[in-house]
Nanobody, 114 residues
Framework: QVQLVESGGGLVQAGGSLKLSCAAS????????MGWYRQAPGKQRELVAV?????TIKYADSVKGRFTISRNSGTVYLQMSNLKPEDTAVYYC??????????WGQGTQVTVSS
């Protein structure tokens, strides 16, 4: 069982920055991929960014050039810059286990005011 602990959400003005963190319990050798999804009110959950154990990184088109994902051991980060009101959502960390299981963090609220 993998546990994920997120931190770093909050309220920021448009154009500002925030950094999210997600720390995973257990061995780093069982990480297949880690990343972030988000869900805005009334919308489906969508992929924001992912980094795989092979080093592949993928971003949603809407955040390219503004968000940066990185991983250090069992912690994944999402540096968000030039935030826009449309980035307002609950951000969820996720972890894909090499055995195929997927684990989710509790979610952290990001609110961008105009």
């Amino acid at each position: 069982q993998v546990q994920l602990v997120e931190s770093g959400g909050g309220l920021v003005q448009a154009g500002g920055s925030l950094k999210l963190s997600c720390a995973a319990s257990g061995s780093i050798f069982t990480i297949s991929a880690m990343g972030w999804y988000r869900q805005a009110p009334g919308k489906q959950r969508e992929l924001v960014a992912v980094t795989t154990r092979s080093g592949t990184i993928k971003y949603a088109d809407s955040v390219k050039g503004r968000f940066t994902i990185s991983r250090n051991s069992g912690t994944v980060y999402l540096q968000m810059s030039n935030l826009k009101p449309e980035d307002t959502a609950v951000y969820y960390c996720y972890y894909n286990h090499v055995n195929g299981g997927t684990y989710w963090g509790q979610g952290t609220q990001v609110t961008v005011s105009s």
